[in-house]
C-alpha cells in the first residue's frame, strides 16, 4: 500500500528553527510537494522537489532523498504566523497526489 | 473570479438529501480533484478529472458523483447523503504535467 508519515504535532519557540519529516511509501515517485494550512483554511504551496537535495524558498527549505524514502521541510526565524499544519504530499505513477495526515506545528513566543 | 471557488462555505443536510457542491476555477486549469478532509486523516481524493469530458475514481469515491461539461467546472454530488459523508471538502485544479494543485476555500458539510 502507500503511506506517508509525518508526526502529528510539533512545538518550536518563535525565532528558533523546526524540522518537520516526512518519510513515504508509494507506487511510483513523481514529486514531492509540501503544503501550508492554517486552520480553517485551505492549503497552499510551499515547495516542490522531484530530485534529490535541497531547495531554498526563503525562511523554508525542503530537501529530498528518494532512495530513503525521506523529506524535511525546514522553517527559520520561526513567527507566530507560521502555526499551521503542515501536509506532505507525493505524485505517484498516476501523478495522483498521496497525502500525509499533516503534522500541527506550535509556535510558542 | 480569481482563482478557483467553492459554493456553498458551510451546509448541514438532512441524511437521505442529495446535495451538490459547486467548484469553478478561471486559470484554464485542464484537471480538477475533489477532496474530502477528515481529523486525523490526510487529505483523500473522491474523483477527479484531468480534462473536460474526463473524470475518474479515487480513494474514496463511493456515494459520490461527478461530470465535467467544461473547463471550469467541476460539480461533486451526493446522491443521497449519510453522516459519513460529514467533511470538509476541498476542490482543487492544477496544470496537469506540473501537479502543483491549487485549492478553493473548502466547503463544510454536516450530514444529519
Known amino acids: 500500500g502507500q503511506n506517508i508519515d509525518q508526526p502529528t504535532e510539533m512545538t518550536a519557540t518563535e525565532g528558533a528553527i523546526v524540522q518537520i519529516n516526512c518519510t513515504y511509501q508509494?507506487?511510483?515517485?513523481?514529486?514531492l510537494f509540501w503544503y501550508q494550512q492554517h486552520a480553517g483554511e485551505a492549503p497552499t504551496f510551499l515547495s516542490y522537489?522531484?530530485l534529490d537535495g535541497l531547495e531554498e524558498k526563503g525562511r523554508f527549505s525542503s530537501f529530498l532523498s528518494r532512495s530513503k524514502g525521506y523529506s524535511y521541510l525546514l522553517l527559520k526565524e520561526l513567527q507566530m504566523k507560521d502555526s499551521a499544519s503542515y501536509l506532505c504530499a507525493v505524485r505517484d505513477s498516476n501523478y495522483q497526489l498521496i497525502w500525509g495526515a499533516g503534522t500541527k506545528l506550535i509556535i510558542k513566543p | 473570479i480569481a482563482g478557483i471557488t467553492q459554493a456553498p462555505t458551510s451546509q448541514i443536510l438532512a441524511a437521505g438529501r442529495r446535495m451538490t457542491l459547486r467548484c469553478t476555477q478561471d486559470?484554464?486549469?485542464?484537471?480538477m480533484y475533489w477532496y474530502r478532509q477528515d481529523l486525523g486523516l490526510g487529505l483523500r481524493l473522491i474523483h477527479y478529472?484531468?480534462?473536460?469530458?474526463?473524470?475518474g475514481k479515487g480513494e474514496v469515491p463511493d456515494g459520490y458523483s461527478v461530470s465535467r461539461a467544461n473547463t471550469d467546472d467541476f460539480p461533486l454530488t451526493l446522491a443521497s447523503a449519510v453522516p459519513s459523508q460529514t467533511s470538509v471538502y476541498f476542490c482543487?485544479?492544477?496544470?496537469?504535467?506540473?501537479?502543483?494543485?491549487?485549492f478553493g476555500p473548502g466547503t463544510r458539510l454536516t450530514v444529519l
Open positions: 508509494t507506487s511510483g515517485f513523481n514529486g
Open positions: 478529472s484531468n480534462t473536460a469530458g474526463t473524470t
Open positions: 486559470m484554464r486549469h485542464n484537471a
Open positions: 482543487a485544479s492544477s496544470y496537469r504535467d506540473t501537479g502543483e494543485q491549487f
Open positions: 522537489n522531484v
